[in-house]
């Protein structure tokens, strides 16, 4: 699988992050086998998908609650959380913080970043 495969999944998982995308869906995409996109991903990007998906879910969602007046539940349907209280723990779980603390007093957080691939030459 190529590196521009792998970025193009990425992509794709960036573009539909608040849609639920799916390992089969994104397999689908680039048209791989979804075991092969599986283990190819978390080779490159270092992160099973699923984890990849939680950590740039709860990381936008960080961003939105500084960013935006939004309400936090709000925030936590946009990006697949079932209710206040699953995105609480998740939430404090990734960073340490409920989402109401961190948008109150503003810590230092480590947000997951979309990775940039590398091209070898």
């Known amino acids: 699988m190529s590196i521009q495969t792998i970025e193009t999944m990425v992509n794709w998982v960036e573009d539909n992050i ?25 080779e490159v990007v270092g992160l099973s998908f699923k984890a990849y998906i939680n950590k740039r879910k709860l990381s936008q969602a960080a961003t939105e609650l500084v960013q935006t007046g939004d309400r936090i539940i709000d925030i936590a349907v946009k990006y697949g959380f079932s209710s206040h209280e699953a995105f609480t723990r998740a939430f404090a779980r990734e960073f340490g913080y409920s989402p109401s603390k961190y948008r109150r007093e503003l810590p230092t957080i480590s947000l997951y970043e979309k990775p940039i691939i590398r091209h070898s030459h």
């Open 18 to 42: 608040t849609e639920d995308p799916t390992l089969g869906e994104m397999s689908n995409h680039v048209g791989y086998s979804s075991y092969y996109c599986s283990s190819q991903f978390h």
